[in-house]
């Protein structure tokens, strides 16, 4: 019934528990689940699993805050052969953040040149291989944009955790892309947030997890988990003045049309 369209499954949080996490997911109606990696090898990691479980894709990307895990060209060719796996969905998770401090080595120019050289590659990457794409932004939104907005013709991306206003949206999802909302929109903060997931065309966003991270309410401050993803489809469904089967047709009629190698 459910669409959890990112839940970092690869993440040491799940190392203990991943079967019983995955067994709850199913039981909670999560359905389908998107996996997106870090850096390379969480991306052999995730893939591994997915041979496994079929209700697993997984996205292979550098994170923009994993970017100095890779220099020169050769990283790039070990992620165009993972990305041609047959459990690859999409391009992912990559993007800018600016949040946090540079890595050692890096002055801070230097740091936001190379996470730019990074994304840009892997845009080129996702083009050539007709994958869509999965976007980090924080703190970085005008940068991001600028470079991603240039690729609209060519692949499709998803503003995952998507927490700004419905302006800012409108132009992404007006070139075809789509955001996507976390447990955030459940808070009582939420603000802004719950105001875009209101009002947001049904054919322009998707659910999430992001788990382990930004449980929803009632689990805020625990570890997350994708069987949680129904939490936020209730959420969104309270927002909207919609049924929660409508929020889980759309979002997963979405998801589908996005992802690569669903049925």
Request: aromatic fraction near 8%; proline fraction near 5%.
């Amino acid at each position: 019934m459910f669409f959890d369209t990112h839940t970092h499954l690869g993440s040491r949080q799940f190392d203990h528990d991943l079967p019983a996490v995955l067994e709850r997911a199913r039981a909670a109606g999560i359905t389908r689940m998107v996996a997106p990696a870090t850096d390379l090898e969480n991306a052999r990691k995730l893939l591994a699993l997915a041979e496994h479980e079929p209700d697993v894709r997984v996205a292979v990307g550098i994170h923009p805050c994993d970017a100095d895990s890779v220099s020169g060209e050769g990283w790039l060719d070990e992620l165009r052969d993972l990305a041609r796996h047959p459990k690859v969905c999409a391009i992912g998770e990559i993007g800018l953040d600016y949040f946090h401090a540079p890595p050692e080595g890096f002055t801070l120019d230097a740091w936001k040149a190379h996470q730019a050289k990074v994304l840009t590659a892997q845009l080129e990457l996702a083009a050539e291989l007709k994958l869509n794409v999965i976007l980090h932004n924080r703190e970085s939104w005008d940068d991001l944009t600028a470079l991603v907005l240039p690729f609209s013709d060519r692949l499709r991306g998803v503003f995952h955790c998507f927490t700004g206003t419905m302006e800012q949206a409108a132009p992404l999802l007006k070139l075809g892309h789509l955001i996507s909302f976390t447990g955030i929109v459940s808070f009582k903060n939420a603000g802004v947030i719950a105001e875009t997931a209101r009002v947001v065309p049904a054919d322009g966003y998707m659910i999430e997890t992001d788990a382990p991270y930004l449980a929803p309410v009632p689990y805020r401050g625990k570890r997350c988990e994708p069987a949680y993803v129904a939490d936020t489809a209730r959420a969104i469904a309270a927002l909207r003045g919609e049924s929660v089967e409508q929020v889980a047709a759309d979002t997963t009629r979405n998801a589908l049309a996005f992802f690569r190698g669903w049925e």
